[in-house]
Nanobody, 119 residues
């Protein structure tokens, strides 16, 4: 059974940095993609970033490109989202998710961690 546990959310000021972590278990890691999504109140959930476990290939939403960095630690089975130059519009509940590389949709999700950025 796939299990994803996020941590690292909190309240920060605009311009600050924050790093989210997602500890994963129950995966055949070499065949999975890990992603970060976020959902702000009243808005749809949106893609933030993704990384493949085996090759480390990354992808980012345009809104975070150049500010956020996704990375993985294979030894710790953990994915990170380093968020720099945070803006109030980055305020959201951030979710870690995973899927097999052959699938279209992410099918396993964490419980989410709240990030609040004040101006």
């Amino acid at each position: 059974q796939v299990q994803l546990v996020e941590s690292g959310g909190g309240r920060v000021q605009a311009g600050d940095s924050l790093t989210l972590s997602c500890a994963a278990s129950g995966l055949t890691f070499s065949t999975y993609i890990m992603g970060w999504f976020r959902q702000a109140p009243g808005k749809e959930r949106e893609f933030v970033a993704s990384i493949t476990w085996r090759t480390g290939i990354t992808s980012y939403a345009n809104s975070v490109k150049g500010r956020f960095t996704i990375s993985r630690d294979n030894a710790k089975n953990t994915v990170y989202l380093q968020m720099n130059s945070l803006k109030p519009e980055d305020t959201a509940n951030y979710y870690c998710a995973t899927k097999r590389v052959t699938l279209q949709r992410y099918d396993s999700w964490g419980q989410g961690t709240q990030v609040t950025v004040s101006s």
